[in-house]
């Protein structure tokens, strides 16, 4: 039996611990804003914070989780209103919206963990996270947006 | 796309837009922080009577369009207006853009207006086959119609409650006024009397003055999806349960046309969670959208259908195309492009004009097939009871996939129902329901509701790919240099190899994107279709056949212009020549030239517009300016989808041949725009995607197997390598001024511009696609 708390609300699993986050996130808690895209850490569609950085759900296993607390898009923000996710509706960055919820993660673990990053490190740390739609101008205006409130 | 063919004629040209007026307008407000830079340049209407009558294509569209605002609209007690859509969202706003038309003819208030997506019926809706870059071009002016034909009625109810004539009400936000009276009555109140009137004639409709317009035009009006797609809450395929469900993967053929030869599923079978491993029946290349076949595992989690999937022990037939190779399909498009095909265009004659030549200019570019890759990659779930399937997926065409699971199984459509979810991006792949019938073909064997999942190896292995193709290009130059013939020869697989058997030879819309329309002023035009057999299946791609023809054409005017020594942009703009609406019977073009599907006399090629956005990309990007060293700018321009785009790419290319992109320029015509900021949008997005698709996007078969399976070799534009600032300009029109497409157009020219201005910078010219390690060093 593994133990681990998800959006605050304490959680057992007794299913395979290898099981990723992902999986474990979407069909046994049925919390679908967290996304499948390649299923091998390579598009950052599945992003999920664990105690506060953002790790890739689909490659973190339920086991690696034991004992952590993990949020996911829908617990970012009580009401939706993370400073990302503002920023991000402001500057109308979605376009099928897709990957977004995996970037406003990273997105909002890269701010907590760098305030008010330069656009370098806004540009690396968002590196992991594709949009095949082609939304990064906008992903990195939001970006700043959040963090500086311009 | 392919499920009809319009046969255009054409009347006469009309008369040539009037005066240009170029203002500057800053339009700061419409989209803030977000670099936006709108050049409004007003052409002033020049065609009455399209406005009242509007013609394009969409009614020549199977089950065409429909205007019947019962079927659109309907209106709550509290005021609610319920408006539906029925294209498919895949990331382009369309799902926005039409019902904000409706609303602002109809005079509702945005705020007050809720969306609904319909689901696939065409009988009902008109054509729902979202592609072609059509969305707004087809249904622009009937979602007026629906929108005035409510807004009548509307004012009819109250007039008759006030006993007056409708002469004396005005509709206006959300409510209808007695004009002398001040008495108002709430769309709400209106509801019940107004949607039973009899739907008002077209002709007897009343349209908003465009200065009338509240949302239209205006890119204030954010995506209907936008505060669920941040919150997690929009539904996507794979985000549809139903109770008792189980979730699916397949292991599918590796070549297309491979069979089942042997198979041990214990293994799978054993691991906890899989409850049942089904064969899905196959189909051979030219099978449609026919499932590929294969061993399905279905379990009650995707993890366990994925470790039961790693289980199975497969070994498989690999029929007809087992010894498929891409090295050895590109020589066999180099020797069929190197010599006659079949004409499809000829103006004057190029042979003869090629023979006496002083010199001939000749080059050849290739491209490998590309798999569309959307972030989204394909599910349905399906559930099969009782004689019934209803299924839910990303699919871009509904009714088609409803059509297809019908014949499948050999129901009645009135048996199928098929639910559109949004699409997590579409490019083309999503209009081929494969994926759904594979769910809905699981759901009838195990008697419960089945999710099939795809992974991301299983997309890029198993598409429907964009074209694999050499386009081969001859240039007669006179004694004084002038270009006086130009032959293009195109081998390119077509996607009627996946509806038919392969004859080699291409559709009349592969056809139409860029090889016979080409627009260049030269006497002697001869386009000509070459052989060119399929080994896996074929189908349209974000911009389909126009994204090697534009980087054919757009290249070796580049090449040409570097030969002669003059400015590129100055030698496009020649060989472009005069501005003119092309005479299509002049320019040698075939009766059943497909203009996409448009009528020509309202949709002709016009070279003008062309040169202008030409001249406003160049203008715009400082074209000329002298840049550091290991930086170019390149440019090129493509007429597709009816509108006209130009880029101009500005690359910065390393010691090591690392490609960056610090800005680009991208010039668009599409008529009037009814949503700019999505249309920066689509833009800024095809900048990224033409970038993607030239520096890295290459799908190699070996042994008729897809090499390529993930992001680690099929990797994408990212974060730290997009074209940093991508600067839009639209160019604005009125109404009268027809909207065209928009999805696709952006992307056609940004490949050649890319590698063009990889040229300049370094001196490398890219003839064969992806850049890959080209310019390593
Ligand atoms: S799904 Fe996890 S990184 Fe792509
Ligand atoms: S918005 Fe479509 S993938 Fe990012």
Redesign the pocket.
Known sequence: MISLTVNGVERQFDGDPETPLLWYIRDELGLNGTKYGCGTGLCGACTVHLDGQAVRGCLATVAEAEGTSVSTIEGLSPDGNHPVQVAWRDLNV???????TG?IMQASALLAASPSPSDQEILEGMQGN????G?YQRIVGAVRRASTGV | MLRHLNLQATGSAQPSAGRTIIENVSRRGFLKGTAAFAVVVQFLPFDAEAYETYPHGGQSMPNGVVNNPLVFVSIDRDGTVTIKAHRSEM?TGSRTSIPMIVADEMEADWSRVRIVQAEGDEKKYGNQDTDGSRSLRHHIQPARDIGAAVRRMLEEAAAKRWETDVANVQAVGHEVVHKTLGLRLGYGELAEAAMALPVPARADLRFKDEKEFRYIGKGQVKIVDLHDITTGKAVYAADVSLPGMLTAVVARPPVVGGKVKSADSAAALAVPGVVNVVEIPGSPLGSKFKPLGGIAVVARSTWAALKGRDALTIEWDAGPHGSANTADQEKELRASAGAPGAPVRDQGDAEAALASAARVFTREYYQPHMAHAP?EPPAALANFADGKCEVWGCLQSPYGARGDIAEFFGLGEEDVKVNVTLL??GFGRKSKGDFAIEAAYLSREVGAPVRVQWTREDDIRHSFYHTTSVEKIDIGLDANDKPVAWRHRSAATSFLSTFAPDEGVQHPVEIGMGLEDMPFEIANVRAEQCKAYAHTRVGWYRAVSNIPRAFAIQSITAELADELGRDQKDFLLEMIGTPRKLDWRAAGLPQEFWNNGEPYEHFPIDTGRLRHVIELAADKAGWGKSLPPGEGLGIAAHRSFVSYVAAVVRVKVGEDGTVSVPETHIAIDCGFVANPERVQSQMQGACVFGMTAAMYSGITLENGAVVESNFHDYDMVRADNFPQVAHTHIVEHPFAVHATGVGEPGVPPILPALTNAIFNATGKRIRNLPIGDQLQT
Request: charged share 5%.
């Open positions: 979605p376009q099928c919206g897709f990957c977004q970037q594709i949009c095949r739609c939304c | 990331g972030m997590g991006g």
